[in-house]
């Protein structure tokens, strides 16, 4: 029986203490239901252990040397995780101890953790123009889950319309998580132009038992449909809600989609302020008026101010509480476990610091840089940008016509230490620019394809 350093109560003496205490005489007594037919039998083939930090040091630091991150090479990855600027300010806030802990951001005293959340929600509420705005979920993905449970619980009805190009994982994460109570009807755009099929739509309300009618803004291919501003009168006419995805920085320069009516708004926060790590940082938001038929379905905490027992003092706690699985356990109306409300607080610091000015700022610099990008990528020969006339931000779709396939193109950037677009096909890949982007970047970008895909 041997000490180890990093696996604590190894110490013979104080594990034969323990198992006293618990009344058992060995560790192999805890798995004694397990049967032998399926139990390993052997040891582990692992390698001699490092018994010294300076050798564990080593050894960690040499495994991620041999990785290539994003920080170090020029990428054009986006689909859902993205390259922003993270001012110095907000990762200095949110590694304050008050709220940098080892659950969630979740410590158990409120060291103006409570504030700092509903000061989130606010600002998310302005930028939204909606009135309720949710403690971030796990992810956007959860995020539009969630939000079209809500929407299936306020209808009654029992199908779901996906009516815009969505990312195959947030339709996986969709379809297991409404699959005991919906059927997902998945819309198919125009192969052409990559824009909402109007015509089909409407037939599919016709047909009758329509909970939602969701739609992403921009879409998966990154397209910011002008049908969206329709939707919502095609679905409230049927009786159903809209439902719309949108990626929050892009709402400095598009209006959001309560002013274009949708009921509820959901998307991710990963680009206001956190880091892209390892396909993350990620917290979902869900956002709706401020009516009971709406905040009655909420599953996730909700942060308000409170009147105190001092007199004219307001503090900071849950709101309607009695909603959630914390309260009623398996009567809730979705189970809630760990949040990401951490995340929360970074994105509530981003847009403090950004203000109105600076999302019309980024805004801007997107789109710009996204068309540019389109324009300058479609002139080289060999590639095309299937849906160039529709408006785009950040992602947008190419098309290889040569011989090398989307993989093949991407590796053959990744020799220059370039990282490619997402590849959707044989010879399609997602591409995407942000304000990280310069025209010099976009344009080595170009030289390089123009000598990979001849």
Not at 185 to 199: E, H, R, S
Not at 228 to 254: E, F, K, Q, R
Not at 359 to 369: L, P, S, V
Not at 377 to 400: M, N, Q, S
Request: hydrophobic share 45%.
């Amino acid at each position: 029986m041997s000490v180890h350093p990093y696996i604590p109560n190894s110490v013979p003496e104080i594990k034969r203490q323990m198992l006293a205490a618990i009344g058992a005489s060995s560790v192999e007594d805890f798995y004694a239901d397990i049967p032998e037919s399926i139990r390993f039998g052997r040891p582990l083939d692992m390698p001699p252990p490092l018994r010294s930090e300076a050798e564990l040091t080593r050894h960690v630091g040499g495994l991620l040397a041999r990785n290539t991150g994003t920080r170090e090479a020029l990428s054009f990855l986006g689909a859902g995780c993205y390259p922003h600027y993270v001012p110095a300010v907000v990762d200095e806030v949110v590694n304050r101890s008050e709220f940098l802990t080892a659950y969630a951001g979740e410590p158990y005293e409120d060291h103006g953790r409570f504030q700092a959340l509903w000061e989130y929600q606010s600002l998310m509420g302005e930028l939204l123009e909606m009135d309720v705005v949710n403690v971030p979920v796990y992810d956007g993905y959860q995020a539009s889950a969630t939000a079209l449970r809500m929407a299936g619980r306020i209808t009654g009805a029992r199908r779901l319309l996906l009516v815009t190009a969505i990312d195959p994982g947030k339709l996986s994460k969709i379809d297991d998580y409404v699959r005991p109570v919906h059927d997902l009807v998945i819309v198919p755009v125009d192969p052409d132009t990559g824009l909402v099929d109007t015509a089909a739509v409407q037939a599919e309300l016709a047909a009758g038992d329509v909970a939602a009618v969701y739609a992403e803004a921009p879409s998966a291919s990154g397209i910011i449909d002008p049908a969206l501003t329709s939707l919502a009168g095609l679905a409230h006419d049927a009786g159903a809600l809209y439902v719309v995805g949108c990626n929050p920085i892009s709402l400095g320069v598009v209006a959001p989609p309560s002013a274009y009516g949708a009921d509820i708004v959901c998307g991710d926060i990963q680009p206001l302020g956190l880091h892209m790590a390892y396909g993350g940082l990620n917290g979902g938001f869900i956002a709706t008026r401020d009516e009971e038929k709406f905040v009655a379905e909420y599953p996730s905490r909700l942060f308000g101010l409170a009147p105190t027992r001092v007199e004219g003092e307001y503090g900071f706690g849950d709101v309607a509480y009695e909603r959630t699985s914390f309260a009623v356990r398996e009567e809730g109306r979705e189970w809630v476990g760990t949040a990401a409300a951490l995340n929360g607080i970074t994105a509530g610091v981003y847009l403090a610091l950004m203000g109105p000015q600076g999302m019309r700022e980024i805004g801007e610099t997107i789109m710009a840089n996204t068309r540019y990008a389109l324009r300058r990528l479609a002139e080289v020969p060999g590639i095309e940008a299937p849906y160039a006339d529709a408006p785009h931000f950040a992602d947008f779709t190419l098309a290889f016509t040569g011989a090398r396939t989307a993989a093949e193109v991407n590796e053959a950037l990744l020799a220059h230490d370039i990282f490619g677009g997402r590849v959707l096909s044989e010879d399609k890949a997602l591409y995407c620019v942000t304000e990280m982007h310069t025209k010099d970047d976009i344009d080595r970008l170009a030289g390089l394809l123009e000598e990979i895909v001849k």
